[in-house]
Structure formats: structure tokens, C-alpha cells
């Protein structure tokens, strides 16, 4: 494993603006090429955003002067995302056919949905009555499923969902002498129950966030005392530590259909950049972009079937703005395809519990 320096992929930067504020954050694409997020305002709000074809849409809130963020997109155009009053009341909902749906709760007053699937499966997490923090899967028909009793666990989050139903996410379980509850990375089937990833990561501490159709994981572990390191699992491989950019934490977000890894990483220097894991090396899309855009590409978040990839970073105007990135022209053919718009770890509503910085 190396960090890459050399640009093997050249792409075009496209800023795709606010909804009249400040600030924009991109979190998933799909294979149309459709990117969802949050953006700021005139007005100041944080509301969730669909963009297509050079047009940033406003998807509005469920509340009067709410917020909303939308996490996922699927290629049926299904958006999913968080809504409420404020960072402290917050619900899960489903855009479809032009409106906003409440998904509900376990149980709990709060809800998070972070995934979509092609099937219109989502998953997140939610409050229960008595005020634990669980993984569901949410069906149309059916409703949401509380995913812990089958998990085994005290709290869990589930962070990404493939086509076949498989759902990837972070459960807390008991270890050490002093019984402290640590994060496991999980993969959840129907068919097969739960597998605990954490000791193959040799880790104190996982979480898988995203996973395509061949059942590759891509998530992040404790590689030592203050390190985190993205990592990529596949059954009969093994684990990949993916490494880092310099610095001493990076973090995954987002893997493609061959493999292929985008996210995030400390430089060493002080400064978060922007990266992509292909062919055993961990590049700096910062150095696969025209250097005089001005732009410091901060964090992936999605890459989709034609290799365009979304995300944030500091704009030519030093603000937080949303990105595209789509290989140039002769380049796209070496690009990989990537599930659909899967993007996990939101930047998430303020609690007192949860998983690190998803």
C-alpha cells in the first residue's frame, strides 16, 4: 500500500453553489449524474438540495424555519435525509414524486435515514421509547424494522444498505476488564445474521460505512492510539489498511463496484484533503484537479457509475462549498462503476452519543 503522488485521472471541478447563502455540502451522486446535500440559505437556513443539470433545487423542510439535509440518492431519484426544528429534533424522511415523507421512529422522538438502496430500502437510525439509539430498515409497506435485537447490541447505527439487502453500520459491544462499550463494524444479511468485522481489523474500535454488490466494505478502524485509518474488507482477502495522506487519521466514505475507495484524510500538515483508493494507492484529488481553480478539495463523500465524484471543500471565496468532480474527456473509460449514490456518515445533528465524525 502507498500513498499515490502522481495524477493517473484528470477531472473538471464544477462548483455547484448555495441555495443563496453561504455554504454547500455535497454527500451522494447517483448514476444519472443527480447529486443531493445541504446548503445554505438567504435566509440562513440549512436545507437539503437536489441538483441535476446545473440547477440546485430546494427541497424545503417538513417544519416552519426547519432544517434538512438529504443523505442518499438512488437511481430512481428517492432522496432520504433528516429533517426537523432544530439539531436537537430531528425526523427521517423520504423525497419521492415531489414530496417529503416523515419515515417515523422506533419508538423515540428522533430519527436519522442515511441510505437508500435501488429497491427504495433505507436504513439510518432512531430513538426507541426508552431512549436508545438503534439501526433500522425501513421498507415501504412494511415500515422500520428495528435491526438491534438482531444484532445483538446496546446502541447501533446502520450507515449503508446494497442492492441485495446487505446493510453495513457500527453496533457498541462490551470489552475490556473495565466492560466499556466500544464500536464494531457489522455487516448485517438476512440470510447469514450479523458478522463482526472488529476482529478482523484487529481494532478497539470500527465502523463500516459503505458496501457494494460483491460485498466489499469500506469503513474506518483504530489502526493504533490516535490513529484511525480507512480500511477495505473483502470475504477471503481480507483487510487492506488504505493508510492516510501524510497525517495520522483518514476516513472512508464511499466504495464503487470495483473496489475503489473515496474520502477523506489529514495530510500531516494541519489540513484535511480530499482522496481516492484505487490500484493499491491512496491519492490527493487535490493533485488530479487544475491547480489554478483555487480550490482545496477537503472531503469525498460519493462516486458514481461514470467515475464523477462529490464532496466539499474550501471554495476560491474560502467558504464551504459543494463539488463535482467528472473525469475529463479519454479519461472516464479508466474511472470504476460505484453503487449507486451510497454515502454514509452525515455530518450529524448534535448528540451525546454516536459514532465518530460520520
Keep these: 500500500m502507498g500513498v499515490g503522488t502522481a495524477a493517473k485521472v484528470s477531472y473538471r471541478l464544477s462548483d455547484l453553489g448555495t441555495l443563496g447563502g453561504a455554504t454547500s455540502q455535497a454527500f451522494a451522486i447517483n448514476a444519472a449524474g443527480q447529486v443531493v446535500g445541504c446548503a445554505d440559505t438567504a435566509g440562513g437556513a440549512t436545507h437539503a438540495f437536489f441538483y441535476s443539470d446545473g440547477v440546485m433545487k430546494d427541497l424545503d423542510t417538513l417544519h416552519a424555519s426547519g432544517i434538512s439535509r438529504a443523505m442518499d440518492i438512488n437511481d430512481a431519484g428517492q432522496i432520504?435525509?433528516?429533517?426537523?426544528?432544530?439539531d436537537d429534533?430531528?425526523?427521517?424522511?423520504?423525497?419521492?414524486d415531489g414530496a417529503m415523507k416523515d419515515l417515523g421512529t422506533l419508538g423515540g422522538s428522533t430519527s436519522t435515514a442515511l441510505a437508500i438502496n435501488a429497491a427504495g430500502q433505507v436504513v439510518g437510525a432512531s430513538d426507541n421509547a426508552r431512549g436508545g439509539r438503534h439501526a433500522f430498515l425501513y421498507t415501504a409497506g412494511t415500515g422500520m424494522k428495528d435491526l438491534n435485537p438482531l444484532?445483538?447490541?446496546?446502541?447501533?447505527?446502520?450507515?449503508?444498505?446494497?442492492?441485495?439487502g446487505q446493510v453495513v453500520g457500527t453496533l457498541n459491544a462490551v470489552a475490556g476488564p473495565d466492560r466499556m462499550y466500544v464500536?464494531?463494524?457489522?455487516?448485517?444479511?438476512?440470510?447469514?445474521?450479523?458478522k463482526d468485522l472488529n476482529p478482523l481489523l484487529g481494532s478497539h474500535t470500527s465502523w463500516a460505512v459503505d458496501i457494494n454488490a460483491a460485498g466489499q466494505v469500506a469503513g474506518c478502524f483504530g489502526a493504533a492510539a490516535g490513529f484511525y485509518h480507512a480500511f477495505l474488507y473483502e470475504d477471503g482477502a481480507g483487510v487492506t489498511d488504505l493508510g492516510a495522506l501524510g497525517g495520522a487519521i483518514s476516513q472512508a466514505f464511499a466504495i464503487d463496484a470495483a473496489g475503489q475507495v473515496v474520502g477523506t484524510s489529514d495530510t500531516g500538515t494541519g489540513a484535511s484533503h480530499a482522496f481516492i483508493y484505487s490500484d493499491g494507492a491512496m491519492i490527493d484529488l487535490n493533485a488530479l484537479v487544475d491547480p489554478a481553480s483555487g480550490w482545496t478539495l477537503n472531503c469525498a463523500k460519493g462516486i458514481n457509475d461514470s467515475g464523477q465524484i462529490v464532496g466539499y471543500g474550501t471554495a476560491p471565496n474560502r467558504k464551504p462549498h459543494a463539488f463535482l468532480?467528472?473525469?475529463?474527456?479519454?479519461?472516464?473509460?479508466?474511472?470504476?462503476?460505484?453503487?449507486?449514490?451510497?454515502?454514509?456518515?452525515?455530518?450529524?445533528?448534535r448528540r451525546k452519543e454516536g459514532p465518530p465524525s460520520k
Excluded: C, K
Design 151 to 164: 444484532l445483538g447490541s446496546h446502541t447501533s447505527w446502520a450507515f449503508n444498505i446494497n442492492a441485495a
Design 183 to 194: 464500536g464494531h463494524a457489522f455487516v448485517y444479511s438476512s440470510g447469514t445474521g450479523m
Design 325 to 349: 468532480l467528472t473525469p475529463l474527456v479519454g479519461q472516464a473509460s479508466r474511472m470504476r462503476r460505484n453503487t449507486a449514490g451510497q454515502t454514509p456518515a452525515p455530518p450529524e445533528p
Design 80 to 86: 432520504v435525509g433528516i429533517t426537523g426544528n432544530d
Design 89 to 96: 429534533h430531528y425526523r427521517a424522511f423520504i423525497y419521492s
